[in-house]
Each structure stands twice: as structure tokens, then as C-alpha cells.
């Protein structure tokens, strides 16, 4: 079960508008879709498992949620896992039963439509949906049959197309991330350690190129990849997170130091934020959310009064596009904590809203 997701900031290039899209644990840049009045909207999406569906919701001052009109929208049972495209267009999902499912936005509202084919063909008990940062295509990480269905996405109307063949693992996947790039796909392996693939920018196939050790860290549950794809880091499920130098032809990982960074119990979460000045991982055990800033070399220090509350069993994080809020799905609780970023590094509770039941997975787009 977890993540996307991630962190992003804003630039302005010329007189284009550029969107960056937390997903899972990541963030890109695109062009920014506007509703019709010329607004720019900001969404946050929660898979829930248990329930079988996604809730919906828009974002408002001070990062306070309000719920879609209609939502959740019904999906299948065991949403295990949710990802949606640089460009706010479409929301993916994965259910453990098997089927990835594509749905469209509604710039204006929020609302998500199914895709017309959904649910997608993927292999045995998925785990974790990612999408790469243009949107161009769609990994479905399947615990069961141990690969990775690879899909192109018609970028117009969202249908999938299965490549032709999977991609066998090395292990058991957990979750996954792309770098900001779109260059790599990483994957967390448990005991195995994270795997390191390749990305053909034509056709979405993958080429392994490395599986990393989760060592000096017990195991890799979740992986993130900051802003300028130079640090990637792991949370290990247990009690810590490890940082990796990320080499920037081949996407190969190498450990920061000798020795891990303490977290909370068993964080299974972890997400980048704000242009890759922050890391937040999510203690399942604990019930809470540990942060931290990120240094010039990759070693993490602590924000002052980390960790902090969340509710029971949070299952996800993900920092908003602008890099001003970070929102975590609690899966005991059924609800969604929000959190502001402060300009001094500080981070604060903003409240929480109630979700389907037991959220597994949250994105936040723009």
C-alpha cells in the first residue's frame, strides 16, 4: 500500500505559465491547465482501499480542503494505490484485485470520469500506480506476479495501451517513484533493496540498470526523488530513511555516509517538497509525520518538533505543488491531516477532513 508524491515549485519562463505536480512523492513541470474563468485550480486526490473508491477535493486558503461535490467516486475494492499526470489531466489508479483504471479531471470542479476501457489489464495483485512527468506513460508495480506493466497513455482522451510484454522484478515490489526527469523509475524492493530502471523516452520501456542495497537501512519500502534529481531517499518501514547521491546519466544510486537517519516507527511513507528543501516521511507505527531539511550534501536535519501528530496508521504524504502544504493519508482514522509550511522551516497543523475508508494512497495536483 502508500505514495506519490512529492514537491514542487513554481518558475516563470518567459510569459508561460509552469505547473509542478506532486504524484505519489514527486513534482514536474508543465503547463499549468486553467479553469475556463482563467483560474488556476489545486486538487487533492485519496485512494481509498478499504472502501474502494477516490476521494476528491480542492484546495483552499491555507491548504484547508473542501470536498468535491459527489465525492468519493466509486472505483473497485482494494484502491491500493493512486498517481495523476504533471498536467492535472488524468488521476491513475490500482486496485490488489487487479485493473488499472484512468480517469479524467474536470479543471473547474475536480471531478473525476472513468476513462472509457478501465479497468486495464495489469499483471497479479498490484501494489502501486506511477506515472511518469509528462503523463506519456504509466507503470503499474504488481506484487503477485513480481513485475511491471508498462502502458503508454493517449495523452488526449487518457486510454492505456499495455507494451507487449512485463518487466520482470528483482523482488517483491512495494511502492515506486519517477524522478522529475522522467528519465528513471525506481522501485522499492524490501529486503532486496531498490531497483533502478531506465526509461525509453519513446516507447516507456524499461532496461534495469542496478539493484541498490536498502543497507546502512533494514529494508526499502518507499523512495523519493528530489526536485533536480540529484538525492533519492528511502524509508525503510522500520525506523529510518537513507540518503543516495543520484548519478545523473544512469539514474544509479550511491548511499550518503555510512549510517542512517532516524525516523519514526515504521515509516512506510516518504515524500520531497518545495523544490527539494524538504523530506517528510510517514510513521505508520508512530502516528505521526517526521520532517526534515534537506543540506547541501543530502544529510538530513530534523525540523524543530518533529515528528508531529498525524491520526492513526498514516499510510501517505504528498507536498502540494507550491510547496506550501503537506497532506497525509491516515488509514485508521479515515481522514486526511493537513499541514502548512512556514517560510522559517517550521510546519504547522492546519486540521483534518474526513476521507473514505482507509485511505492508502494521496496526490495533490495543480
Known amino acids: 500500500m502508500k505514495k506519490l508524491s512529492k514537491a514542487v515549485f513554481v518558475l516563470i519562463l518567459l510569459s508561460s505559465t509552469i505547473l509542478l505536480v506532486s504524484c505519489g512523492h514527486d ?55 493512486i498517481a495523476a499526470d504533471s498536467g492535472g489531466k488524468f488521476v491513475f489508479a490500482a486496485s490488489s484485485n487487479g485493473g ?19 479497468p486495464f489489464t495489469t ?48 523482488g517483491t ?10 528519465h528513471f523509475l525506481y522501485v522499492s524492493e524490501g529486503t532486496t533493496g531498490t531497483q533502478v530502471f531506465k526509461i525509453d523516452a519513446s516507447t516507456g520501456v524499461l532496461t534495469a540498470v542496478s539493484t541498490v542495497p536498502a543497507s546502512p537501512c533494514a529494508l526499502s519500502v518507499d523512495v523519493t ?15 529510518a530513511v537513507c540518503g543516495y547521491t543520484v548519478n545523473s546519466s544512469t539514474g544509479d544510486l550511491t548511499v550518503i555516509g555510512t549510517a542512517s537517519t532516524s525516523a519514526g516507527t515504521q515509516p512506510v511513507a516518504i515524500a520531497s517538497g518545495a523544490a527539494g528543501k524538504f523530506v517528510f516521511a510517514a510513521n505508520q507505527g508512530g502516528n505521526n509525520l517526521s520532517g526534515w531539511t534537506v543540506n547541501v550534501d543530502g544529510t538530513l536535519t530534523a525540523i524543530s518538533g518533529s515528528p508531529f501528530t498525524t491520526g492513526k496508521s498514516p499510510n501517505d504524504v504528498t507536498v502540494d505543488p507550491s510547496g506550501n502544504y503537506v497532506f497525509v493519508a491516515n488509514s485508521g482514522d479515515n481522514n486526511i491531516s493537513i499541514f502548512s509550511i512556514g517560510s522559517t522551516n517550521t510546519l504547522t497543523s492546519v486540521g483534518t477532513i474526513a476521507s473514505g475508508t482507509g485511505p492508502s494512497s494521496i496526490v495533490a495536483t495543480q
Open 123 to 170: 499483471g497479479s495483485s498490484p501494489v502501486w500506480v506511477v506515472a511518469t512527468p509528462g503523463g506519456s506513460f504509466v507503470y503499474v508495480l504488481n506484487g503477485g506476479s513480481k513485475d511491471v506493466s508498462v502502458y503508454a497513455v493517449n495523452t488526449t482522451t487518457g486510454v492505456l495501451t499495455p507494451a507487449s510484454s512485463t518487466t520482470t522484478l528483482a
Open 27 to 81: 513534482f514536474w513541470a508543465t503547463t499549468t491547465p486553467t479553469n475556463p474563468s482563467g483560474a488556476v485550480n489545486k486538487f487533492v486526490y485519496a485512494g481509498n482501499n478499504s472502501g474502494g473508491s477516490i476521494s476528491e477535493y480542492t484546495v483552499g486558503t491555507g491548504g484547508a480542503l473542501t470536498a468535491v461535490s459527489g465525492s468519493p467516486v466509486t472505483v473497485a475494492s482494494g484502491v491500493v494505490s
Open 225 to 239: 526523488v528530489d526536485a533536480n534529481t540529484k538525492f533519492a531517499f528511502v524509508a525503510d518501514g522500520s525506523s
Open 173 to 182: 515490489p512495494v511502492r515506486g517513484t519517477v524522478d522529475p526527469g522522467g
Open 100 to 118: 488499472a483504471y484512468a480517469f479524467t479531471v474536470n479543471r473547474t470542479t475536480g471531478a473525476l470520469t472513468l476513462v472509457s476501457g478501465s
